[in-house]
């Protein structure tokens, strides 16, 4: 049974920097299509970024390209998000999600099975 568990949010200043982990267990890493989400208060659920199996990403987010990295380490069965210049916009619960039945990356929620709890990400001066 996957299990997915998302760390490395908090509060941050405008152009500060965090990065998500989300560790798997219970399955081998390499099978899964991983991808970072993101919800605003009163907003719906968006794809972020994606990473396949061979490694290869996509991010879906325009105004995240240049300053969010999606990666992998299967070794260590974890998935990162590395966010760099954040901004107020940038605010939202982030969540990792998993698929081991597409092989193509997916912005979209209703493609995974799997998710984790979520981190909350504040960009706040």
């Known amino acids: 049974q996957l299990q997915l568990v998302e760390s490395g949010g908090g509060l941050v200043q405008p152009g500060g920097s965090l990065r998500l982990s989300c560790v798997a267990s219970?399955?081998?890493?390499?099978?899964?299509?991983i991808a970072w989400f993101r919800q605003a208060p009163g907003k719906e659920r968006e794809g972020v970024s994606c990473?396949?199996?061979?490694?290869?990403?996509?991010n879906y987010v325009d105004s995240t390209e240049g300053r969010f990295t999606i990666s992998r380490d299967n070794a260590k069965r974890t998935v990162y998000l590395q966010m760099n210049s954040l901004k107020p916009e940038d605010t939202g619960v982030y969540y990792c999600?998993?698929?081991?039945?597409?092989?193509?990356?997916?912005?979209?929620?209703?493609?995974?099975?799997?998710w984790g709890q979520g981190t909350q990400v504040t960009v706040s001066s």
């Open positions: 999600a998993a698929e081991s039945s597409i092989y193509y990356c997916s912005q979209y929620p209703a493609d995974f099975r799997s």
């Open positions: 219970g399955v081998t890493l390499e099978l899964y299509v």
């Open positions: 990473i396949r199996a061979s490694g290869a990403s996509t």
